[in-house]
């Protein structure tokens, strides 16, 4: 006897592990709301920490997430590069790749996230001119932030990444 029982239910399970070895890269895409890409990342502050000397100014980037989906997504990190008034002042980022997911920041459905992220800005050649908008608090207001950056968005089995530029 060919099929016996035994056999019947061993080719059913190779047959589910390989249809689910062939679907994997569907669910995995499944998992991602369609509208990636209404998730909107804005800058809505920038403070001033510290000076230390006259080279280095330590900054704090606010950064405000909101996810208008229908599904909690989480960041493994934010890449950027930051200028102010049109000027280059560097690259930054906000890791958050060694942290486990259920450690990450979690963006709920419709709601929007403050994440805060440390920036040094030292003064070299090029950018000195806004080093000294930076020192003085009265000018600072007056500075126009840019970001130009990627997101990483994580949900279930998949990630996918969203450019952005904000500015403030």
């Known amino acids: 006897m060919f099929l016996s ?3 019947i239910i061993l ?24 509208n ?3 998730v909107d990342i804005t800058l809505s502050k920038v403070d001033v ?3 230390t000397g006259s080279n280095l ?14 599904t909690t997504l989480t960041t493994s990190g934010i890449d950027y ?19 486990p997911v259920t450690g990450r920041p979690q963006l709920f ?7 805060q992220s440390p920036f040094q800005y030292v003064n070299s050649h090029p950018n000195s001119q806004i080093f000294k908008f930076v020192q ?6 007056h500075i126009k932030w840019r970001l130009d950056g990627v997101l990483s968005l994580e949900s279930g089995f998949s990630s996918a990444s969203k450019q952005f530029n904000a500015t403030l």
């Open 5 to 7: 029982r035994r056999r």
């Open 11 to 34: 080719i059913g399970v190779i047959a589910a592990v390989a249809i689910t070895i062939i679907l994997l890269p569907l669910i995995v895409t499944v998992t991602l709301p369609s």
């Open 36 to 38: 990636l890409n209404s």
């Open 49 to 51: 920490i510290n000076m």
């Open 57 to 70: 100014i330590n900054l704090d980037l606010f950064f405000n997430i909101h996810n208008p989906t229908g």
């Open 81 to 99: 590069d930051l200028f102010a008034n049109g000027t280059h002042l560097g690259p930054g980022s906000l890791s958050y790749a060694d942290v």
């Open 109 to 115: 459905p419709n709601t929007s996230v403050t994440l």
């Open 136 to 141: 003085n608090p009265a000018k600072l207001k």
